[in-house]
């Protein structure tokens, strides 16, 4: 099979527009891309790409999904066949065979980093919120950096107490491994005891998210210093994090870079925090580093254009600058602000509303050719040796840029700074441009070699009983994908029939429940499940909404109760969906609804598991555009929004969002019934028999009560005609 670790470099290094375009024209609308659909006629375009969901989706014919969906569907192969072709693609090595107990291990390992890390985050932010050090200190830190709340919130930042080893203890008391503290480097261990110590101790705390949103590694500031401890401690290198690979902030950047077209790049955690208050998102932080090719391809993945902001004193500008040729390698347009003496990025973000911030970017962008010939012109002035050298330099980052136009432009306009013969810098850019071709053909020759050796290596030793690896099975298109998860089997679901397994019951959080009067416990909901089509789609558009949270935020913990023994148990979503329908004694109506929610309730407690990465890779296509449809922004909860107000995520108020849902959905079941019970009264044959008409009279009162009840909690009044 293919490994886990396998399917995310895929998954993360396939663009989906990168990927459609090769077989669609399309053209920028808005945030997204539109074309026309290859999976049927069409003169109107109706096939949109989301470069920040990672889907695709024709609203015509209804064909869409991740970009794995679309290569199965275009090409017609399997699920493995697809990730083969993407792999090629980018070239990425694939090795199809059965893991190793060792690599299963490690695999396990990975999973547990991530949660231990997870944690960690929520440990941090309840010290910053909830313990008296945590306020008087951390949070007083903040907020005296100018930080509002919200934003704290926002950006999960934590405290750390000054004690060394009070994490140590706490995740110990949780169960967690003192192995896995050591390998996401929360821990260490003395060299003189070998006790067990916190790295971030008496620190302000900043997560760093993967751009699915999982925390990977930590920065913890110190407070006080007197020279002799470092600022900034970051975590260290491990098998979940890669600093050279990862941008502080892309999580929350994504989105608005990809509707500005835009990305600005500063040095820091509070430089990104700061300019998010402003109302400038789509930032990101190379955390102090030179540009890496990894953190180049997770910009490229939502933008073309860069702006790189500096510090107005210019300490560092050269050192930074020499990783941006990469970028121009890379084909993107670079451009480059300096901000006033005395400003960084983070001090001139609180001093600036983001419409101020971005008129001052807009008339100070310079591109970034003639910024570096300008900076390096005032230091060689007229020495003509380091003009040579100067030049050079400029010369070398013309040469890697990939467009031939954009090459032209920037030797002719270098020519006019530098007052050199455009011809002269044209040869030169030629000859370097053919050094490099040669350097990368004998790269790749040497490495052909060494493969070539390594596999006559691996035949000579390979004894001649040993049987051949076998060839990978793709599932059908009714199975679960194997990605990472055992399989689960789903009995075979009719239309409204068949009762489905519920976990025990999950008890309604008392923080989000209204004072109103519960549900009548005599009173079955079973029995009001509509037996007729008439007025099902009322309920299943409730249903829809109900869904939608699940594909997005399923995994996500809405709260925490404690059981009879005092241990601490966090409810997900969609364990709070699922137990909520069961106290009712309801299931979900449409099968694939029912369908999707006993395969997350499988996999909840997995490890790692996220829902929206989980569908949108499933194999079976029918499910994927589904989770496809529930993702896009068709579904719009719009009355439970305020125009007048900043508006909140549905992630932000999931404890209010999701009970509202199945308020609503119960409600909407309700009414329908109420509907066939009225009309029933109306039969002349029930009108002739009293005790007919009685019984029904019965229920209709009693729906009548719960529908009354039912509103109540909703916020609703029901006017009875």
Request: glycine letters at 6%; aromatic letters at 8%; proline letters at 5%.
């Given at each position: 099979?293919?490994?886990?670790?396998?399917?995310?470099?895929?998954?993360?290094?396939?663009?989906?527009?990168?990927?459609?375009?090769?077989?669609?024209?399309?053209?920028?609308?808005?945030?997204?891309?539109?074309?026309?659909?290859?999976?049927?006629?069409?003169?109107?375009?109706?096939?949109?790409?989301?470069?920040?969901?990672?889907?695709?989706?024709?609203?015509?014919?209804?064909?869409?999904?991740?970009?794995?969906?679309?290569?199965?569907?275009?090409?017609?192969?399997?699920?493995?066949?697809?990730?083969?072709?993407?792999?090629?693609?980018?070239?990425?090595?694939?090795?199809?065979?059965?893991?190793?107990?060792?690599?299963?291990?490690?695999?396990?390992?990975?999973?547990?980093?991530?949660?231990?890390?997870?944690?960690?985050?929520?440990?941090?932010?309840?010290?910053?919120?909830?313990?008296?050090?945590?306020?008087?200190?951390?949070?007083?830190?903040?907020?005296?950096?100018?930080?509002?709340?919200?934003?704290?919130?926002?950006?999960?930042?934590?405290?750390?107490?000054?004690?060394?080893?009070?994490?140590?203890?706490?995740?110990?008391?949780?169960?967690?491994?003192?192995?896995?503290?050591?390998?996401?480097?929360?821990?260490?261990?003395?060299?003189?005891?070998?006790?067990?110590?916190?790295?971030?101790?008496?620190?302000?705390?900043?997560?760093?998210?993967?751009?699915?949103?999982?925390?990977?590694?930590?920065?913890?500031?110190?407070?006080?210093?007197?020279?002799?401890?470092?600022?900034?401690?970051?975590?260290?290198?491990?098998?979940?994090?890669?600093?050279?690979?990862?941008?502080?902030?892309?999580?929350?950047?994504?989105?608005?870079?990809?509707?500005?077209?835009?990305?600005f790049l500063v040095e820091g955690y509070t430089d990104v925090i700061s300019m998010h208050q402003a109302g400038i998102e789509n930032v990101v932080a190379s955390s102090g580093t030179s540009l890496t090719s990894g953190q180049i391809r997770l910009i490229h993945r939502f933008t073309n254009n860069i702006t790189v902001l500096y510090d107005g004193d210019g300490a560092g500008i050269k050192a930074s600058i020499r990783g941006i040729d990469m970028l121009l390698e890379e084909g993107m347009n670079i451009k480059v602000v300096l901000l006033p003496d005395g400003e960084d990025p983070d001090s001139f973000a609180r001093k600036h509303n983001a419409t101020d911030y971005k008129a001052y970017i807009n008339s100070h962008e310079v591109d970034f050719i003639r910024f570096k010939t300008n900076l390096l012109l005032e230091e060689v002035g007229n020495d003509p040796i380091k003009r040579a050298g100067l030049i050079g330099d400029i010369v070398r980052s013309i040469s890697v840029i990939p467009e031939n136009i954009v090459r032209s432009v920037y030797i002719r306009e270098c020519s006019q700074l530098l007052q050199v013969e455009e011809k002269l810098l044209v040869q030169e850019v030629n000859k370097l441009m053919m050094q490099s071709k040669e350097e990368r053909q004998a790269a790749e020759e040497k490495k052909r070699q060494r493969e070539a050796a390594q596999q006559q290596r691996q035949q000579e030793n390979q004894p001649s009983d040993t049987e051949p690896i076998p060839e990978l099975i793709p599932p059908s298109a009714g199975e679960m994908p194997s990605a990472g998860f055992p399989p689960l089997e789903i009995p075979p679901m009719e239309e409204g029939g068949g009762d489905i397994p519920m976990p025990p019951p999950v008890p309604f959080p008392q923080e989000v429940v209204a004072e109103s009067a519960p549900i009548p416990q005599p009173v079955d909901y079973s029995a009001f499940i509509p037996t007729q089509n008439k007025g099902k789609k009322h309920y299943h558009d409730k249903e829809v909404l109900l869904m939608q949270q699940l594909v997005r935020y399923g995994e996500k913990v809405m709260y925490a109760e404690e059981d009879e023994e005092g241990n601490t148990h966090h409810v997900t979503v969609v364990e709070h969906i699922a137990g909520d329908l069961a106290v009712d004694n309801l299931q979900l109506q449409d099968p694939m609804h029912r369908r999707m929610l006993d395969e997350v309730l499988a996999r909840i407690h997995t490890e790692g598991f996220v829902a929206s990465r989980y569908f949108f890779s499933h194999p079976d296509p029918q499910v994927a555009r589904l989770a496809a449809d529930l993702s896009s922004e068709r579904y719009q909860l719009s009355k439970y929004h305020s125009r007048s107000q900043k508006i909140v995520t549905d992630e932000e108020r999931l404890c209010e969002l999701v009970p509202h849902l199945l308020t609503d959905l119960k409600l909407a079941i309700v009414e329908d019934e109420l509907k066939q019970v009225l009309s029933a009264l109306q039969d002349r044959s029930v009108m002739t028999d009293a005790a007919r008409y009685m019984e029904i009279m019965k229920r209709y009162k009693d729906l009548s009560e719960v529908q009354r009840l039912i509103a109540k909690r909703a916020g609703e009044r029901v006017v009875l005609s």
């Amino acid at each position: 099979m293919i490994d886990q670790a396998t399917i995310d470099r895929i998954l993360d290094a396939a663009q989906i527009v990168d990927v459609v375009s090769e077989f669609v024209t399309l053209k920028r609308a808005g945030v997204n891309y539109k074309g026309l659909c290859p999976f049927h006629n069409e003169k109107t375009p109706s096939f949109v790409v989301s470069p920040s969901k990672g889907l695709c989706k024709c609203f015509s014919c209804g064909k869409g999904g991740n970009v794995v969906h679309f290569i199965m569907e275009h090409e017609q192969l399997n699920y493995y066949e697809a990730l083969k072709w993407l792999a090629n693609k980018y070239h990425i090595e694939v090795k199809e065979r059965e893991l190793s107990a060792e690599e299963k291990q490690a695999q396990n390992d990975r999973e547990s980093m991530f949660v231990v890390n997870d944690f960690a985050n929520n440990y941090f932010q309840n010290l910053l919120h909830n313990h008296i050090d945590g306020q008087s200190i951390g949070l007083a830190y903040f907020r005296q950096r100018g930080f509002r709340d919200d934003i704290i919130r926002k950006f999960q930042l934590g405290y750390s107490l000054n004690e060394r080893d009070a994490l140590a203890k706490e995740a110990k008391r949780k169960g967690f491994k003192e192995e896995f503290l050591e390998k996401t480097g929360l821990c260490y261990r003395r060299d003189n005891d070998g006790q067990l110590r916190d790295r971030f101790w008496g620190r302000v705390m900043f997560p760093v998210h993967t751009l699915s949103g999982k925390v990977i590694a930590f920065g913890g500031r110190v407070l006080k210093t007197d020279g002799k401890v470092a600022k900034y401690v970051n975590s260290p290198e491990s098998e979940i994090y890669h600093k050279s690979n990862e941008l502080y902030g892309i999580y929350f950047a994504k989105q608005a870079i990809v509707r500005d077209d835009r990305c600005f790049l500063v040095e820091g955690y509070t430089d990104v925090i700061s300019m998010h208050q402003a109302g400038i998102e789509n930032v990101v932080a190379s955390s102090g580093t030179s540009l890496t090719s990894g953190q180049i391809r997770l910009i490229h993945r939502f933008t073309n254009n860069i702006t790189v902001l500096y510090d107005g004193d210019g300490a560092g500008i050269k050192a930074s600058i020499r990783g941006i040729d990469m970028l121009l390698e890379e084909g993107m347009n670079i451009k480059v602000v300096l901000l006033p003496d005395g400003e960084d990025p983070d001090s001139f973000a609180r001093k600036h509303n983001a419409t101020d911030y971005k008129a001052y970017i807009n008339s100070h962008e310079v591109d970034f050719i003639r910024f570096k010939t300008n900076l390096l012109l005032e230091e060689v002035g007229n020495d003509p040796i380091k003009r040579a050298g100067l030049i050079g330099d400029i010369v070398r980052s013309i040469s890697v840029i990939p467009e031939n136009i954009v090459r032209s432009v920037y030797i002719r306009e270098c020519s006019q700074l530098l007052q050199v013969e455009e011809k002269l810098l044209v040869q030169e850019v030629n000859k370097l441009m053919m050094q490099s071709k040669e350097e990368r053909q004998a790269a790749e020759e040497k490495k052909r070699q060494r493969e070539a050796a390594q596999q006559q290596r691996q035949q000579e030793n390979q004894p001649s009983d040993t049987e051949p690896i076998p060839e990978l099975i793709p599932p059908s298109a009714g199975e679960m994908p194997s990605a990472g998860f055992p399989p689960l089997e789903i009995p075979p679901m009719e239309e409204g029939g068949g009762d489905i397994p519920m976990p025990p019951p999950v008890p309604f959080p008392q923080e989000v429940v209204a004072e109103s009067a519960p549900i009548p416990q005599p009173v079955d909901y079973s029995a009001f499940i509509p037996t007729q089509n008439k007025g099902k789609k009322h309920y299943h558009d409730k249903e829809v909404l109900l869904m939608q949270q699940l594909v997005r935020y399923g995994e996500k913990v809405m709260y925490a109760e404690e059981d009879e023994e005092g241990n601490t148990h966090h409810v997900t979503v969609v364990e709070h969906i699922a137990g909520d329908l069961a106290v009712d004694n309801l299931q979900l109506q449409d099968p694939m609804h029912r369908r999707m929610l006993d395969e997350v309730l499988a996999r909840i407690h997995t490890e790692g598991f996220v829902a929206s990465r989980y569908f949108f890779s499933h194999p079976d296509p029918q499910v994927a555009r589904l989770a496809a449809d529930l993702s896009s922004e068709r579904y719009q909860l719009s009355k439970y929004h305020s125009r007048s107000q900043k508006i909140v995520t549905d992630e932000e108020r999931l404890c209010e969002l999701v009970p509202h849902l199945l308020t609503d959905l119960k409600l909407a079941i309700v009414e329908d019934e109420l509907k066939q019970v009225l009309s029933a009264l109306q039969d002349r044959s029930v009108m002739t028999d009293a005790a007919r008409y009685m019984e029904i009279m019965k229920r209709y009162k009693d729906l009548s009560e719960v529908q009354r009840l039912i509103a109540k909690r909703a916020g609703e009044r029901v006017v009875l005609s």
